[in-house]
């Protein structure tokens, strides 16, 4: 029993050895790069829809969606950006105070 | 003999197999304590303290931006990180966190002028170092050679180490997917605010679909019926692989044009802020690792680099192995980790 069983797994080894080395070269040609590329941009589309009709729903019964909450979330990453601009000219003011 | 002990092993196999993948989410990973030393936006520099410091200067650990920087300290025993601080050195960590819908507009610029340079001079504050080693792993390492490309002798940055990065992806399976001029980058970050991680991952593991869909769980139930099957491992690994963050769209764009679509790099073309990033201004002590088995950069796409910097101490570490498993892979610690250290403590003097 021990023997049939070596031997089924070298047998499939050896067909997922050949499956594999097919696979790769399917994905590797021409076909399988332009279906790539069709299939990113249909999902991407499908994704937009229902993100479009997610947020006008939201916004027709007057609560914030996806967009005014990025919208907002922009203005706090902006805000970060100038305090920690802030900050290292504090830092570096210290520095040379402290050298002197 | 019986058909029932076989079958009763055959479904003891299946139940431990499907509890191993099922349960791998709760499998801990980046364990080594370590101090939070700063934030911005998203992006968090992390401090471990070696007990046993005999290196001036620290090492900074930049990571891709499309996995989490936890492959550096995987588990306890099998860590980048825990075996740098055996070593001696200060590690600082710098994770790009998880980009949301807000952060569509970051481009490369945020991560190249000043999240890297801002971590770097946090790294130097924090530590009381002059410079800091600098290594970067796969998109990680072509932001830090970006940053010294474009800051020359100004970077605080003395060594450069870079791991499986891409330089001029001519050859390389992702050029023929997202390189064509079919493959429409604007319409994708026009509507997506933030490229899912998963789908990067879906990406990823179609290079290789067999290996990677197939044959990982296939080797799993093999082992857990040979009983020689390594839970934590398995686990650690598999809930990295799956933990996938989001790239910014405008980064994503940039990313697939520059690198991909047009091969910037090697064209002198990078503009960042106005600045040319110029490779030949790269001057640094300079350590380039690739790996012979990498299918997502091959070797050649990182060996071009070789060409245009300026640095007189270079070394090019070729060695066996894929783009994760040279560094996290079972026999990383023999293969690698000894190697970068050595390289390091050498050049890590007053």
Same mark, same amino acid.
């Given at each position: 029993?021990?023997?049939?069983?070596?031997?089924?797994?070298? $047998?499939?080894?050896?067909?997922?050895?050949?499956?594999?080395?097919?696979?790769?070269?399917?994905?590797?040609?021409?076909?399988? @790069?332009?279906?790539?590329?069709?299939?990113?941009?249909?999902?991407? *589309?499908?994704?937009?829809?229902?993100?479009?009709?997610?947020? %006008?729903?939201?916004? /027709?019964?007057?609560?914030?969606?996806?967009?005014?909450?990025?919208?907002?979330?922009?203005?706090?990453?902006?805000?970060?950006?100038?305090?920690?601009?802030?900050?290292?000219?504090?830092?570096?003011?210290? &520095?040379?105070?402290? !050298?002197? | 003999?019986?058909?029932?002990?076989?079958?009763?092993?055959?479904? @003891? =196999?299946?139940?431990?197999?499907?509890?191993?993948?099922?349960?791998?989410?709760?499998?801990?990973?980046?364990?080594?304590?370590?101090?939070?030393?700063?934030?911005?936006?998203? =992006?968090?520099?992390?401090?471990?303290?070696?007990?046993?410091?005999?290196?001036?200067?620290?090492? +900074?650990?930049?990571? *891709?931006?499309? /996995?989490?920087?936890?492959?550096?300290?995987?588990?306890?025993?099998?860590?980048?990180?825990?075996?740098?601080?055996?070593?001696?050195? &200060?590690?600082?960590?710098?994770?790009?966190?998880?980009?949301?819908?807000?952060?569509?507009? =970051?481009?490369?610029?945020?991560?190249? #002028?000043?999240?890297?340079?801002?971590?770097?001079?946090?790294?130097?504050?924090?530590?009381?170092?002059?410079?800091?080693?600098?290594?970067?792993? #796969?998109?990680?390492?072509?932001?830090?050679?970006?940053?010294?490309?474009?800051?020359?002798?100004?970077?605080?940055?003395?060594?450069?180490?870079? +791991?499986? =990065?891409?330089? &001029?992806?001519?050859?390389? %399976?992702?050029?023929?997917?997202?390189?064509?001029?079919?493959?429409?980058?604007?319409?994708?970050?026009?509507?997506?605010?933030?490229?899912?991680? @998963?789908?990067?991952?879906? *990406?990823?593991?179609?290079?290789?679909?067999?290996?990677?869909?197939?044959?990982?769980? !296939?080797?799993? @139930?093999?082992?857990?019926?040979?009983?020689?099957?390594?839970?934590?491992?398995?686990?650690?690994?598999?809930?990295? $692989?799956?933990?996938?963050?989001?790239?910014?769209?405008?980064?994503?764009?940039?990313?697939?044009?520059?690198?991909?679509?047009?091969?910037?790099?090697?064209?002198?073309?990078?503009?960042?802020?106005?600045?040319?990033? &110029?490779?030949?201004?790269?001057?640094?002590?300079? +350590?380039?690792?690739?790996?012979?088995?990498?299918?997502?950069?091959?070797?050649?796409?990182?060996?071009?680099?070789?060409?245009?910097?300026?640095?007189?101490?270079?070394?090019?570490?070729?060695?066996?192995?894929?783009?994760?498993?040279?560094?996290?892979?079972?026999?990383?610690?023999?293969?690698?980790?000894?190697?970068?250290?050595?390289?390091?403590?050498?050049?890590?003097?007053?």
């Amino acid at each position: 029993v021990i023997g049939n069983e070596v031997s089924l797994r070298k $047998i499939l080894d050896a067909m997922e050895g050949e499956a594999a080395a097919a696979m790769e070269q399917l994905v590797a040609g021409e076909g399988f @790069a332009r279906l790539f590329v069709q299939l990113t941009e249909n999902v991407v *589309a499908v994704s937009r829809i229902g993100g479009d009709v997610w947020d %006008l729903l939201l916004r /027709n019964l007057r609560m914030a969606g996806r967009r005014d909450i990025d919208r907002l979330a922009g203005q706090l990453i902006r805000t970060e950006d100038k305090l920690e601009r802030l900050l290292q000219a504090v830092e570096r003011l210290e &520095d040379s105070s402290a !050298r002197a | 003999m019986s058909s029932e002990p076989r079958a009763r092993g055959f479904v @003891a =196999t299946a139940i431990e197999t499907a509890n191993i993948v099922l349960t791998a989410g709760d499998a801990r990973i980046g364990a080594t304590p370590r101090d939070l030393i700063w934030t911005h936006r998203k =992006t968090t520099l992390y401090g471990y303290r070696s007990a046993d410091r005999r290196h001036r200067l620290p090492v +900074l650990l930049v990571f *891709a931006l499309i /996995n989490r920087p936890e492959i550096f300290d995987l588990r306890p025993g099998h860590s980048f990180v825990e075996y740098l601080l055996g070593e001696g050195f &200060d590690v600082y960590l710098l994770d790009w966190g998880a980009p949301g819908p807000e952060d569509a507009e =970051t481009g490369l610029d945020y991560y190249i #002028c000043d999240a890297l340079p801002w971590g770097m001079r946090e790294v130097l504050r924090s530590s009381g170092a002059p410079s800091v080693s600098l290594l970067g792993w #796969c998109i990680g390492g072509t932001l830090c050679a970006l940053h010294a490309a474009l800051e020359g002798a100004q970077s605080p940055a003395r060594n450069l180490v870079l +791991l499986t =990065t891409p330089i &001029d992806p001519e050859d390389s %399976l992702y050029r023929k997917w997202i390189g064509r001029d079919d493959f429409d980058v604007d319409y994708v970050t026009e509507n997506w605010p933030v490229i899912p991680g @998963a789908g990067i991952d879906i *990406a990823n593991k179609l290079m290789k679909p067999v290996q990677n869909l197939w044959g990982t769980y !296939r080797k799993l @139930a093999q082992d857990v019926s040979d009983g020689r099957s390594d839970r934590v491992a398995f686990q650690t690994m598999q809930k990295w $692989i799956s933990d996938n963050p989001p790239f910014p769209a405008r980064a994503f764009r940039e990313w697939v044009n520059w690198i991909y679509k047009e091969r910037r790099l090697v064209h002198d073309r990078v503009q960042l802020r106005g600045r040319l990033a &110029d490779l030949r201004q790269i001057d640094r002590s300079l +350590l380039i690792v690739t790996a012979g088995g990498d299918h997502i950069v091959p070797r050649t796409n990182t060996t071009p680099l070789l060409d245009y910097v300026r640095s007189e101490d270079v070394t090019h570490l070729a060695l066996p192995g894929g783009h994760i498993g040279l560094m996290a892979g079972s026999k990383a610690r023999e293969r690698i980790w000894g190697e970068l250290s050595q390289w390091l403590s050498s050049r890590s003097g007053a």
